[in-house]
């Protein structure tokens, strides 16, 4: 194999449900997909047509701006053709359940639903009733693996690495989809990872899952190579898990006083969206090693990965040149 050849693997599961359960193997394959995705988002022509003829329903139960729109470009520029489906002027508004709808679009004969529920299990249930591949986009406070994969490949393409490394993951991990993907993905990985949040916000027994956790910033933050900060997510929340916002930025907002603890060339990322002034600075962008924009960049290169090995047609060829599948 010359120099300009490279040899993929491939993920062979049928759906993409979460990352509990992912071997470092099957990670490895798709977060080493994703960077053959780099180059050809920087390209003028940013459009293969790898999914021509695929077709891929975005199926949002929730709002959604980042995962929706980069779910959407992924899928058009592999040249697949790319449904949004509007929820809130949709059937299920009708009082049609989530089996009903299930049945519908596995009558369309779609290759590949990216699904968002607010119920935990439901996107699993839903895999189980139609016969194309399915993708969780974010089901409750269950999991986002598309996220935590996109996380992994942001640290790895700027450390080169995962294995070995302290990451804290700072916030509402109480209510976080995003934790629990990444729990599952960097322990996988090697990784140890800590968590940093008031007692409210973290969940009986996550001990289990292999973590510290920490209730206060500077002793968590001590010596970090990540520091991945979640928002509140008060849409979910029912009751009173902090006196204040004031106060819970106080203690929980990163600021350059606490980040200070961590290492200094240590990373510092956020999922979005980003409540200015609650657990972020007002202004993230300055503080130092902000990853955040990387992570939305790659976003798309990790679900163009994601589409493709579900749904490739094998035509690598333009993909990566004079690859092998």
């Known amino acids: 194999m010359n120099t300009n050849e490279q040899t993929f693997f491939r993920y062979h599961r049928r759906h993409l449900l979460g990352t509990e359960g992912l071997t470092p ?58 449904i949004n489906m509007s929820v809130s002027t949709s059937s299920v508004k009708k009082g049609e359940t989530l089996i009903d709808t299930a049945m519908t679009l596995n009558a369309m004969h779609p290759d590949v639903l990216v699904v968002r529920h607010p119920q935990s299990g439901a996107v699993s249930l839903l895999s189980e009733k139609v016969n194309c591949a399915v993708i969780n986009g974010g089901d409750g406070a269950h999991e986002h693996p598309t996220q935590a994969l996109l ?27 995003v934790a629990r993907s990444n729990i599952h993905l960097l322990n996988t990985m090697g990784a140890r990872v800590r968590l940093i949040a008031p007692v409210t916000l973290i969940p009986s027994g996550i001990e289990h899952l292999g973590v510290e956790v920490f209730h206060d910033m500077d002793e968590g933050l001590k010596g970090v190579d990540i520091v991945m900060m979640l928002r509140l997510q008060r849409e979910r929340m029912q009751g009173n898990f902090f006196p ?82």
């Open 25 to 82: 193997e099957e990670i490895t394959i798709l977060l080493d997909r994703s960077e053959t995705h780099v180059q050809q988002n920087r390209q003028a022509n940013k459009k293969k047509s790898v999914l021509y003829g695929r077709t891929i329903i975005n199926l949002f139960f929730e709002d959604s701006t980042r995962t929706r729109t980069s779910f959407e470009l992924a899928g058009k520029r592999l040249g697949g053709d790319v």
């Open 151 to 177: 996380d992994a490949l942001t640290i790895r393409r700027r450390l080169g690495h995962l294995s070995g490394l302290v990451i804290a993951i700072c916030g509402d991990v109480l209510h976080s989809r």
């Open 244 to 325: 204040s916002i004031r106060e819970y930025f106080n203690f929980f907002g990163l600021d350059e006083a606490k980040l200070a603890n961590a290492k200094d060339n240590a990373l510092i990322m956020h999922p979005g969206p980003m409540n200015r002034g609650v657990e972020m600075a007002v202004d993230p962008s300055e503080l130092r090693g902000s990853v955040i924009n990387q992570q939305v960049t790659n976003g798309i290169n990790v679900r163009m990965a994601v589409l493709f090995d579900l749904l490739g047609s094998g035509s690598e060829n333009s993909l990566a040149g004079s690859a092998e599948v």
